[in-house]
């Protein structure tokens, strides 16, 4: 670690217990941003973390869209992220106009939002979820009622897949950085590491064909289609000594630091999130110091999005 990095940190610390402001850090976040944080993790154990603190302060380092959950969650409190453009190309993939939209087309519809939306997808919604509940969310709504999943359609396809649900309609978005995982990384990687376990993310492009492979036989063992929490759990349980890892590489630093005798293969080196990549110690710092920059969803949106967040929460 150097120098500078350390004096960062020290002083972050030193400043988060004088302003009374708590850190929270996504699991994809530098390796030295998750080191001074109070909680990481998933982003539902980002917003409950937020729903819970005591502190006046949130200083989320994520990207946009989960700072705004936060500001739902908590109007009362001070949301700041370190660096306003930390947006997400996932969430990007659709705006307030093409929802309306697509409601139209499907009158009575139940709409269930992955988290990875803007604070104005999330109050057109009925639900949220995350990538640890869609599946529970998704089976909450009666059978008989048609369903828009949306924006990530790896997620959707995979969820479609395990409810068995032939009512759900999937917006056509995707994460430019699961996306890139594809099923040639998976069966490439699967013959090189045999004894490992295979952790993927719902939302990695080879989830859909990784299934249908190993239902078919074609690849050797059935991964572990697991959300970011998921995986950490999985890894601290199973008796696995090595882990092939579907998701941002981001994760890894915090997989290791928890399970130090195990090892963690990335499934791609540059499985990396540019955007979560854009928070740094150093606005991190100034983020405390200038109070800089506040996220502050309005409230009417704010209430809206905040009745398809808590539907989500009511069921875990
Ligand atoms: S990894 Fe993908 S879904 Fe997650 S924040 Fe980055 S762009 Fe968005």
């Not at 013959?191 to 295979?198: C, E, L, N, R």
Request: net charge positive; charged share 25%.
């Amino acid at each position: 670690m150097s120098l500078v990095t350390n004096d960062y940190k020290l002083k972050i610390i030193e400043l988060k217990k004088k302003r009374g402001a708590t850190i929270l850090a996504h699991n994809y976040q530098r390796p030295e941003v998750q080191d001074i944080a109070d909680y990481v993790g998933d982003s539902l154990g980002l917003s409950t973390n937020a729903a819970r603190t005591e502190q006046e302060t949130i200083v989320f380092c994520g990207v946009h869209f989960m700072a705004e959950t936060a500001s739902i969650i908590c109007p009362d409190k001070v949301v700041l992220i370190p660096d306003l453009e930390a947006g997400c190309s996932l969430a990007s993939t659709i705006d307030g106009a093409q929802l309306k939209k697509w409601k139209s087309e499907h009158a009575d519809a139940v709409v269930v939002s992955y988290v990875n939306t803007s604070a104005e997808i999330k109050a057109m919604s009925d639900y949220c979820c995350t990538s640890s509940n869609a599946v529970k969310v998704v089976n909450s709504i009666p059978k008989d009622r048609k369903v828009l999943f949306l924006p990530d359609m790896f997620l959707g396809a995979y969820v479609a897949d395990v409810t068995k649900r032939k009512n759900m309609f999937i917006w056509p978005g995707e994460c430019h950085v699961h996306a890139g995982i594809r099923a040639e990384d998976v069966n490439r990687m699967l013959s090189k590491f045999k004894d490992a376990d295979f952790l993927i993310h719902p939302e990695c492009g080879c989830t859909s064909s990784s299934l249908y492979h190993s239902s078919n036989g074609d690849i050797l063992k059935r991964p572990y289609v697991l959300s970011t929490e998921g995986m950490m759990n999985h890894a601290k349980a199973s008796n696995a000594s090595k882990y092939v890892i579907a998701t941002e590489v981001g994760i890894l630093h915090r997989m290791t630091k928890e399970n130090p005798s195990k090892t963690f293969i990335p499934i791609k080196e540059d499985a990396i999130c540019k955007y979560m990549k854009m928070i740094t110690l150093e606005k991190v710092y100034d983020s405390l110091t200038k109070n800089i920059y506040r996220v502050k969803v309005p409230q009417k949106i704010a209430d809206r999005a905040r009745l398809a967040i808590d539907r989500m929460l009511q069921l875990n």
